[in-house]
């Protein structure tokens, strides 16, 4: 069963106006299209990774029920931020991960495709989300055209849909970003995948 995105859009609204049944309601809808972007960012992870697509969604959950303030204005606005919280799991989780480890140092960042491809290490995710903050203070929107494709799995498509440009537009920022952010982790890493000490 689908509903409307203006369904979608009043029940985000309703939920904004603090009624916390229209989540309820809303999460059967959505909770297909959030596992489906959990699991198209998961599928390039090792096969041992402990945070599968379920339970990915089931911490974003526990986060979008936290977002008591948000004044969520339609579908769009709700899969951005869905997007921005999944990056926050992410990177989260992947610092436990690497602190767990004694000794942990970086493995090789494929410069050439890291941003091709969700992460496929703690240390690439790491060092991806640290250089997409130093960018977003640089171009905010094409850091978000990065944090919902790499993090969100979203195509280019539907990345301009969400944010209402032009796919022309988002392929452009999106190659920007990409060089932009390929020449600070190559700033970071020298060949040998280990920090350049200062």
């Known amino acids: 069963m689908e509903l409307e995105d203006a369904d979608i859009t009043e029940l985000l609204q309703q939920w904004s106006g603090?009624?916390?049944?229209?989540?309820?309601?809303?999460?059967?809808?959505?909770?297909?299209?959030?596992?489906r972007l959990a699991g198209s960012f998961l599928r390039f992870e090792r096969s041992s990774h402990t945070?599968?697509?379920?339970?990915?969604?089931?911490?974003?959950?526990l986060k979008l029920v936290d977002q008591q303030r948000a004044q969520w204005?339609?579908?769009?606005?709700?899969?951005?931020?869905?997007?921005?919280l999944m990056r926050r799991i992410m990177v989260?989780?992947?610092?436990?991960?690497?602190?767990?480890k004694r000794g942990n140092a970086p493995a090789h960042l494929p410069l050439d495709d890291a941003l091709d491809a969700p992460a496929s290490s703690e240390s690439t995710l790491l060092a991806v989300d640290a250089a997409l903050t130093r960018f977003s203070a640089i171009d905010p929107r094409a850091s978000q055209i990065v944090e919902m494709r790499y993090f969100g799995g979203f195509e280019l498509?539907?990345?301009?849909?969400?944010?209402?440009?032009?796919?022309?537009?988002?392929?452009?920022?999106?190659?920007?970003?990409?060089?932009?952010?390929?020449?600070d982790l190559a700033s970071e890493f020298d060949g040998s995948g280990r920090r350049e000490s200062v």
């Open 92 to 100: 989260d989780h992947a610092r436990r991960r690497a602190s767990d």
């Open 157 to 183: 498509e539907e990345i301009a849909t969400l944010l209402r440009i032009s796919r022309t537009t988002v392929k452009r920022q999106w190659n920007v970003a990409r060089m932009w952010l390929h020449r």
């Open 18 to 35: 603090g009624d916390p049944a229209a989540f309820d309601r809303l999460l059967p809808f959505v909770y297909v299209e959030l596992r």
């Open 73 to 84: 204005t339609d579908r769009e606005h709700f899969f951005r931020i869905s997007a921005r």
């Open 51 to 61: 945070l599968p697509p379920t339970a990915l969604v089931h911490e974003l959950y």
